[in-house]
């Protein structure tokens, strides 16, 4: 299956292409997103990055996004009760 090396956009966000035939490829976009105490200049720029690598991808590619996205969805887990669960100890993340 021929591949293209991982490419660094950021320390934040990676992208690697992978060939599956002659006819289909996935992209694997990784990404770590800085956290609520980054400063605002540099959400901004990791977004900014994430989306100018979404539009570079071709259409008929499939595209995989995975990463740590440092979400805080609190402790209410009846808004989603499938996929926020009451099982952990201390405060919820």
Partial sequence: MPQEHPRGISAHL?????KLD???TI?????Y???MSYP???????????NDAICTIP????????GDFNARVGRDCTAWP?????YSVGSEN
């Fill in 14 to 18: 990676m992208t690697m292409k992978l």
């Fill in 22 to 24: 002659h006819v289909h």
């Fill in 27 to 31: 992209v694997l976009l990784s990404t």
């Fill in 33 to 35: 997103v800085p956290t």
């Fill in 40 to 50: 605002d200049g540099d959400k901004e720029a990791f977004y900014s990055s994430f």
């Fill in 59 to 66: 259409h008929k590619d499939r595209v995989f996004v995975l």
């Fill in 82 to 86: 499938k996929v926020l669960v009451t």
